[in-house]
Every structure is written in C-alpha cells, then in structure tokens.
C-alpha cells in the first residue's frame, strides 16, 4: 500500500506556457502533500506544503504566483507551472503523508519538465 | 533550524563487500525520526530504513542496518553483501513531529562488479 502517482512523468512545453502536474495518493487518503524539486546531482529542496481544503504553504525564495499549487482532495495535489521559462526545468517530485499517520511520507516517481 | 550533513559525496564498493555511510545531524529536539532514502536511475525516492529517536535498538532491514548515536547525532547506514542494485544516490532525512522533512546533500554508491 501507500503508493503515489505522478503525471505526467515527463512534459516538454514552450516558454512562456504553463503546464500542470498532477499528484495521487492511490490508495489511502493524504491530508498533506509535499512538492520538492530537485536539480541534477543534488538534494531535494521542498518548494511547498499542501493540507487539502486550504492554501498552500510555500517555501522562502518560492514564488507563489509561478507555482500554483492546489490541494482540492484528500487524494489529489496540482501543481502548475505559470509562464515557464527554461531555468524552471527541473525535475518536481511530490509526496504524501497518509490522514492520520504520524510522519512518514510517500513519494511519486516524479515529473521531468524541460522548458524550451 | 535543524540541519542533516553528509559528508561523503561518493563512495565506491566492490560486490558482496559492505560499505558505511555517514550521516550527521543537528537538533535540540529529544523526539524524532530519522531515515534512509534512496533513490536509484530511476529517480524513484524509496525508503531504506527508518529509526524512531526514542529507541535505543539500532534498525535492521535484511542487509541494511543502521549506527544510531543519538549523544553523537550521527546516523549511519550499513550495506552488507552489496549487490548492483543497491547503486543509487542515498539521502539521509530527520523529521520531528508534523514539521517538513530535512535531507542531507546526498552520497552517491557505485558498486563495482
């Protein structure tokens, strides 16, 4: 059990288009979903917090407005990308913590964006 | 703020030989969770090994075992009998309570065949 879903796995979209990402908790409910983005060679950086039914919490340094991220179910986290630019390519990898569970996190296989 | 240190960005071990990893921490807190991720080619985060703070007895899973020197705040991660698949880059992570998890920089295990 406790298994997330990413999609899409791997985008490729234009500057200056915005392109969602979709994170499932599949088979139990995740009140908090975590989104990190992770250079190459390096470590994950949490970019956000997300409890369902309330905004998100967003790291110092995030912009808020260029990753729009949107929590409406217990199973379901978005995150949208507004006006990519080629620096915002990155490979993004959510998370979930189960409702009810004390501290462990389940996490998606991952999305691979390339802006061009 | 607590903060996770790995000290190690590579390391190399031949096949069926056991290898250490080091991991460093830094809290004032009494009550946490520390764990081992690792996270192969495939980019997938899969977690290793966990260890509650609170408990004195080191963490077993088949081959991999851990030191936890809660005085010293060190963690680290055994790998006995290495096999190909165990190459991947591995994070050690500290979380306390409902607060976000902590990851060290990462050290990447090859292993020689």
């Known amino acids: 059990g406790a298994v997330v879903s990413q999609h899409p796995s791997w985008v490729i979209c234009k500057s200056g288009t915005s392109v969602k990402i979709e994170c499932r908790s599949l088979d139990f409910q995740a009140t908090t979903m975590f989104w990190y983005r992770q250079f190459p060679k390096q470590s994950l950086m949490l970019m956000a917090t997300s409890n369902e039914g309330s905004k998100a919490t967003y790291e110092q340094g995030v912009e808020k407005d260029k990753f729009l991220i949107n929590h409406a179910s217990l199973t379901l986290s978005t995150l949208t990308v507004t006006s990519a630019h080629p620096e915002d390519s990155s490979f993004y990898i959510c998370?979930?913590?189960?409702?009810?569970?004390?501290?462990?996190?389940?996490f998606g296989p991952g999305t691979r964006l390339t802006v061009t | 703020a607590q903060t996770v240190t790995q000290s190690q960005p590579e390391m190399s071990v031949q096949e069926a030989e056991t290898v250490t990893l080091s991991c460093t921490y830094d809290t004032s807190e009494s009550d946490y969770y520390l764990f081992w991720y690792k996270q192969p080619p495939s980019r997938q985060m899969i977690l290793v090994i966990r260890?509650?703070?609170?408990?004195?007895q080191n963490a077993t899973e088949n081959r991999f075992s851990v030191n936890f020197q809660k005085a010293a705040k060190s963690f680290s991660l055994k790998i006995s009998d290495s096999q190909l698949g165990d190459a991947a880059m591995y994070f050690c992570a500290y979380i306390r309570g409902a607060q976000k998890l902590v990851f060290g920089q990462g050290t990447r295990l090859t292993i020689n065949p």
């Open positions: 998370s979930a913590k189960r409702a009810g569970g004390p501290y462990e996190q389940y």
């Open positions: 260890q509650e703070a609170y408990k004195q």
